[in-house]
T-cell receptor, first 115, second 114 residues
Framework: AQTVTQSQPEMSVQEAETVTLSCTYD???????LFWYKQPPSRQMILVIR??????QNATENRFSVNFQKAAKSFSLKISDSQLGDAAMYFC????????????FGAGTRLTVKP | DTGVSQDPRHKITKRGQNVTFRCDPI?????LYWYRQTLGQGPEFLTY????????KSRLLSDRFSAERPKGSFSTLEIQRTEQGDSAMYLC????????????FGEGSWLTVV
């Protein structure tokens, strides 16, 4: 079974600096999708960034980028120029390309941004 | 805004009572999911619909839980004879095949059983 591990329960970053959140996963599949979701205190889960496993190029969305290492099964999220509004729980998620309901989440990393 | 909407946002109920949550997915999304999330944890899959058909149910979904999606539009999740262990956030999400399997979440329905 696929599992997603986020080894950092909490992280802290100074405003305007860069922080990297770690995620590893376990799978025997070759086709899948990886996601980072953000869940602010208001509780709605918001998609931050998505990566297709067949793409070698790392996804980027403005200040958010990923470092996708398929062989190592690693999918870290880098937040550049951190802003106070980035403070939230961040969840890494894995979804099979073949099984529609099979989306697994990590336990999350709570990010604090210090002014 | 035409995102996923859930109602009610918060529900406090006495143990043994029944509760029902409603989810309205993004229009034209044919897939609808229910997840449960407890404090400090990521969402856990409960059940999944494609149109009106319920295709998968997690072992987490005991016989006290039932979900429906009549006509393939909105969905309801009912919990009968609630227990304190049912206290959690119930998240609804929807997706449309072809959008890279991205799931969009609602704001959740927070259940407290006292």
């Amino acid at each position: 079974a696929q599992t997603v591990t986020q080894s950092q329960p909490e992280m802290s970053v100074q405003e305007a600096e860069t922080v990297t959140l770690s995620c590893t996963y376990d799978t025997s599949e070759s086709d899948y999708y990886l996601f980072w979701y953000k869940q602010p205190p208001s509780r709605q889960m918001i998609l931050v960034i998505r990566q297709e496993a067949y793409k070698q190029q790392n996804a980027t969305e403005n200040r958010f980028s990923v470092n996708f290492q398929k062989a190592a099964k690693s999918f870290s999220l880098k937040i550049s120029d951190s802003q106070l509004g980035d403070a939230a729980m961040y969840f890494c998620a894995y979804r099979s390309a073949w099984i529609d309901n099979d989306m697994r989440f990590g336990a999350g990393t709570r990010l604090t941004v210090k002014p | 805004d035409t995102g996923v909407s859930q109602d009610p946002r918060h529900k406090i109920t006495k143990r043994g009572q029944n509760v029902t949550f409603r989810c309205d997915p993004i229009s034209e999304h044919n897939r609808l999911y229910w997840y449960r999330q407890t404090l400090g944890q990521g969402p856990e899959f409960l059940t999944y619909f494609q149109n009106e058909a319920q295709l998968e149910k997690s072992r987490l979904l005991s016989d006290r839980f039932s979900a429906e999606r009549p006509k393939g539009s909105f969905s309801t999740l009912e919990i009968q004879r609630t227990e304190q262990g049912d206290s959690a956030m119930y998240l609804c999400a929807s997706s449309f095949r072809g959008q890279g399997n991205t799931i969009y979440f609602g704001e959740g329905s927070w259940l407290t059983v006292v």
